[in-house]
């Protein structure tokens, strides 16, 4: 297994960030077909997640191998509504992930949701949830893998403009 450690994201790591946020935007538009993928799009998208992190007082990892970082993980700490019981609707969600390919299969992801659960756990967190968008056969295999079940699903109907 090759080497590499896990550690809080720092602004330095932000233009690799946005590599890897803009590749992950481009590989899901092959699938959904309504991801914006410019450099632009990307950089509003990483904007947007690390202020949720920050906001939640989350966690934002990124793996680092030879001095690069090779993936991120975003935690968030987020309060489900009223209709979940109130031990358990304070809980983590994965925000956003993302292993570059020539590291994926390597323990990366395991890795850094570890630090993650590590995380919540120490914030009394019993619930970790991840999306998964449907079509990402791969993704949802490795989260299977690392133990997430289904927990619940959202469907998508297009509307014609009229």
Do not use: C
């Amino acid at each position: 297994m090759a080497a590499f450690a896990i550690r809080r994201a720092e602004a330095a790591d932000r233009p690799v960030l946005l590599q890897n946020v803009q590749a992950a935007n481009r590989f899901e538009d092959a699938i959904a077909g309504n991801r914006a993928t410019g450099a632009a799009d990307a950089a509003a998208t990483l904007d947007e997640v690390l202020a949720r992190v920050a906001e939640s007082e989350g966690l934002p990892l990124v793996a680092v191998a030879d001095g690069a970082v090779i993936g991120h993980l975003f935690l968030t700490y987020e309060t489900a509504p009223a209709y979940i019981r109130a031990d358990r609707r304070r809980h983590a969600y994965v925000a956003d992930a993302f292993v570059q390919e020539a590291w994926r299969g390597q323990g990366v992801f395991r890795a850094m949701l570890a630090a993650a659960e590590d995380h919540a756990r120490q914030a009394g967190i019993r619930d970790l949830l991840i999306g998964v968008l449907w079509g990402n056969d791969r993704a949802e295999r490795i989260y299977r893998q690392a133990g997430f079940r289904p927990y619940s699903m959202e469907l998508m109907r297009e509307l014609a403009p009229k």
